[in-house]
Nanobody
Framework: QVQLVESGGGLVQAGGSLRLSCAASGRTFSSYAMGWFRQAPGKEREFVAAISRNGGSTTYADSVKGRFTISRDNAKNTMYLQMNSLKPEETAVYYC?????????????????WGRGIQVTVSS
């Protein structure tokens, strides 16, 4: 089992940047593919980005391609999401998630463990 804790959220102006971190407990972080999701008020949770166990493969939602970068440091048991050129409509609670399978997937149902989420607010 792994426990996930997000950090780095907050308030930023439109066009600004934030870097989210997801710290994982345990010594098996590298055994999990990881993902970022977000949920805006009144909307369903949506996929943002995912990364393979060794970081060699990534995938992004079309809406964030070219602006967001997912990465991980297995030595630090931490995953990151660098978010640039943020838009007001990206205001949401952002969640990190861990998948025990080796596949990089965009489906939330595939993920086994979730953090509590962190608020990102983008002002216009």
């Amino acid at each position: 089992q792994v426990q996930l804790v997000e950090s780095g959220g907050g308030l930023v102006q439109a066009g600004g940047s934030l870097r989210l971190s997801c710290a994982a407990s345990g010594r098996t972080f590298s055994s999990y593919a990881m993902g970022w999701f977000r949920q805006a008020p009144g909307k369903e949770r949506e996929f943002v980005a995912a990364i393979s166990r060794n970081g060699g493969s990534t995938t992004y939602a079309d809406s964030v391609k070219g602006r967001f970068t997912i990465s991980r440091d297995n030595a630090k048991n931490t995953m990151y999401l660098q978010m640039n050129s943020l838009k007001p409509e990206e205001t949401a609670v952002y969640y990190c998630a861990a998948d025990r399978t080796p596949f990089v997937v965009a489906t939330s149902a595939a993920y086994d463990y979730w953090g509590r989420g962190i608020q990102v607010t983008v002002s216009s």
